[in-house]
């Protein structure tokens, strides 16, 4: 499988293009993100900037951290001929809903991540969160309060076009899912994992993908 090396300023060019051409900020209007560590991370960042201010604030990132992908590979490497189980995604770091802060009740909320591949992940990510959802819901119920619609949207720079193992709700893949690139199934490689930036960077100008 070939690689295909992405830059920042190609990344940063991609999601201003894609807040732009899918009218993000008129259609979805998100107004709290949750990145997906660690490929989520300094997308959500740059994704900001192109966001608009909600009462004048920039827009709030949270982070939830899931295991799969790295260890997927690892497994695909090491066990896939002698029949171990696949591994499965494991939360390493969630969002803790007893914060005010963090109320997600009522938000148009965006996961942010790198990569849209066998689509577990983020599957597993709005699955979940959408269980915290239903709990903190059930509590404004029974305390006799008005439960806001909450939204839940997904933006990544790159979906692989592939076969996909998860599912997202049809909610969410009409109208709240965006990516930035559409793409055959090749192997990605982004600058937050380079040792020689200059060099990766040289690579990602070399691309025609």
């Given at each position: 499988?070939?690689?295909?090396?992405?830059?920042?300023?190609?990344?940063h060019?991609?999601?201003?293009?894609?807040?732009?051409?899918?009218?993000?900020?008129?259609?979805?209007?998100?107004?709290i993100?949750?990145?997906?560590?660690?490929?989520?991370f300094?997308?959500?960042?740059?994704l900001?900037?192109?966001l608009?201010?909600?009462?004048?604030?920039?827009?709030?990132?949270?982070?939830?951290?899931?295991?799969?992908?790295?260890?997927?590979e690892?497994?695909?490497?090491?066990?896939?001929?002698?029949?171990?189980?696949e591994?499965?995604?494991v939360?390493?770091q969630?969002?803790?809903?007893?914060?005010?802060?963090?109320?997600l009740?009522g938000?148009?909320?965006l996961?942010?991540?790198?990569?849209?591949?066998?689509?577990?992940?983020?599957?597993y990510a709005?699955?979940?969160?959408?269980?915290?959802?239903?709990?903190?819901?059930?509590?404004?119920?029974?305390?006799?309060?008005e439960?806001?619609?909450?939204?839940?949207?997904?933006?990544?720079?790159?979906?692989?076009?592939?076969?996909?193992?998860?599912?997202?709700?049809?909610?969410?893949?009409?109208?709240?899912y965006?990516?930035?690139?559409?793409?055959?199934?090749?192997?990605?490689?982004?600058?937050?994992?380079?040792l020689?930036?200059?060099?990766h960077?040289?690579?990602?100008?070399?691309?025609?993908?």
């Amino acid at each position: 499988m070939s690689k295909i090396y992405v830059s920042y300023n190609q990344i940063h060019t991609m999601i201003k293009q894609t807040v732009e051409s899918s009218k993000l900020n008129e259609v979805f209007q998100p107004d709290i993100m949750v990145a997906i560590g660690g490929g989520g991370f300094i997308p959500a960042r740059i994704l900001r900037t192109f966001l608009k201010k909600k009462n004048n604030k920039n827009i709030s990132i949270q982070a939830i951290g899931l295991s799969l992908y790295e260890d997927l590979e690892i497994w695909k490497a090491a066990n896939q001929e002698n029949g171990t189980d696949e591994p499965s995604v494991v939360k390493t770091q969630w969002l803790n809903f007893d914060s005010s802060e963090t109320s997600l009740i009522g938000r148009n909320i965006l996961i942010v991540d790198e990569v849209d591949d066998t689509r577990r992940t983020l599957a597993y990510a709005v699955n979940e969160l959408t269980k915290d959802l239903k709990k903190e819901e059930l509590k404004l119920k029974e305390q006799g309060q008005e439960v806001p619609e909450t939204k839940i949207g997904i933006f990544v720079l790159h979906n692989k076009l592939k076969p996909k193992r998860e599912n997202l709700p049809d909610e969410i893949m009409d109208g709240r899912y965006f990516a930035c690139k559409e793409m055959p199934d090749q192997w990605l490689v982004y600058p937050w994992d380079a040792l020689d930036i200059e060099e990766h960077t040289r690579n990602a100008e070399s691309n025609s993908y």
